[in-house]
């Protein structure tokens, strides 16, 4: 599976459950955990890949598709391979499944030979993207079924039956093999600063991080990942509605090829089941359909256990939607809502029905060349009311937003989407409306220590400019000097919303020039919402001309620049 917010990982994990049942040997990866070299050997694959950003593939799935991409790979080199795809997108986005169809060309163009049509699962739809896949899947596994027929005698497992649980827990260590990855570096914070207004809505934090010894270094564009742990107040209302368990109980993990135990960098062994909540289990996401499917297993209440069947029911999923995805439900409050079922949970089983946490990546906003012993983030904390007004918290960015000078947490550098053009005289056209703006950031830094003579433009924007104008002083002190164009959009500061669309609109005259005439190179970053979209669309605007060129004309043009580059977007959700 490529998944870059778990959906297609779900959707991964319960195929793979459902292959167990036919009694089909098999494991589930994501598609860059995978040992691509062996994929010629593979006689049946069933790949699940969401599309994101602008029909970009998931970050776990980069490298797969990188690797598929070779120009050297023999055009019949998966001949041996029969094939399936699933796809999820959003029909809203105009490259819907984007990544999913690309997946399923390219694979044909390999020789692999596919025994179904995809299917292209839809967040917009009432029911979700399960509408389409669930019966899609039923006709898959009869495909399967047909080319891989069960043993003589053999029976598929009922539903009614409970798989293994993913991990095995033991008294002692036994030599158990180690999974062990690449290693995050061991960083400590040195500032973390609030640089919205005190009573502004939003706050968001410059988080300043050394990296002094170690090996990372990171160039403009480039991401960094990290590790968050659950709230202590989640953990401790988690023994609250579970008082039966015990907490302090040491164990061992036995790790196997398709279920690594943690990373002994994040858990060291043995194990509590607290140490386990606290740094590996997430209690704070939206739970998906299997856990329902899963907890209503262990039910002995007739009433929760037949709401909990509903909910992992393909009929159930209007109203799973509206009790749980709607008001974004966490697993904690879910646990608490149905703990006479919960309360029969065996502890091994607690492994699959709480997913891992998963590492969480923000855009590094800062220059190596100018800093290179520091790293920094710009972290907009998340906290809302729901329509329930039930207060939600993001767990990651409150996380980040209460670690101390001192604190220390773990810290990779991966290379990002944005590539920025290699010819020194390039003029670059940067759009960055909230936390948007931090590789940009990065970016003007690095080229104001180079010393460069590039041409540089900036669209930056907010809703109040005395109270969520990030790095006002540093850009205005650069455009007082001649070396940033710096275009400011204030969304509240008038009665009349501006964002940043119209004020790209505004300079029509220089983008055109710039664009058309001097080759500029355009990057989009920050809400995969609407902004993107009418970005492009006021940059499509300061293109055309009824006469020289013609609405169809800039179209192309556009669709010229994202092909060669020129264009660039990284978006999130």
Known sequence: YGSQTGSAQEVAERAGRQAKRFLLKTRVQSMDDYFVKSLPSETLVLYVCSTTGQGEEPDNMKHFWKFLLRKDLPAHSLAAQNFAVIGLGDS??????????????RLAQLGANPIMDPVYGDDQHELGPDFLIDPWLKTFWQQVLEHYPLPPGSQ????????????????????????????????????????TDVNHFQDTRLITMDI??????????????????????????????????????????????????????????????????????DLQCVPRRYFFELLAKFSKDEMEKEKLEEFASSAGQQELYSYCNRPKRTVLEVLADFYKSAEGVPLEYWFDLLTPIKPRSFSIASSFIATPNELQILVAVVSYKTKMSSLRKGLCSTWLSS???????????????????????????????????????????????????????????????????????????????????????????????????????????????????EGAWIYVAGNAKQMPDAVKSALQTCLEDNHTFPREKAENYMKKLEAENRLQFETWS
Request: proline share 8%; aromatic share 10%; with cysteine.
């Open 92 to 105: 809203s986005y105009s490259k819907f499944n984007f990544a999913a169809k690309k997946l399923h060309r």
């Open 156 to 195: 598929p497992l009922n539903e009614d039956i409970l798989l293994p649980p993913k991990f095995k827990l033991v008294k002692t260590e036994n030599g158990l093999a180690s999974q062990e990855k690449e290693v995050p570096f061991m960083s400590t914070v040195l500032h973390n600063e609030r640089v």
């Open 212 to 281: 002094r010894d170690s090996n990372l270094t990171y160039s403009p564009g480039d991401v960094a990942v990290m590790q968050p742990s659950n709230l202590p107040e989640s953990v401790d209302k988690f023994f609250e509605v579970f008082p039966h368990l015990d907490s302090s109980e040491l164990f061992f993990i036995e790790s196997s090829e398709s279920s690594p135990a943690p990373p002994r960098w994040l858990l060291p062994q043995p194990y509590t089941f607290r140490n386990c909540l606290e740094k590996y289990l």
């Open 403 to 517: 670690l101390q000078p001192g604190a220390k947490l773990h810290l990779k550098v991966r290379k990002g989407t944005l590539k920025f053009p290699p010819q020194m005289n390039t003029p670059v056209i940067m759009v960055g409306p909230g936390t948007g703006c931090a590789p940009f950031r990065a970016y003007i830094s690095d080229q104001m220590t180079s010393k460069t003579n590039r041409k540089l433009v900036l669209f930056f924007g907010c809703r109040n400019k005395a109270k969520d104008f990030y790095f006002q002083e540093e850009w205005i002190s650069l455009t007082n000097e001649g070396k940033l164009t710096l275009v400011t959009a204030f969304s509240r500061d008038q009665e009349d919303k501006i964002y940043v669309q119209h004020r790209i609109e505004e300079e029509r005259k220089l983008l055109k020039k710039m664009i058309l005439e």
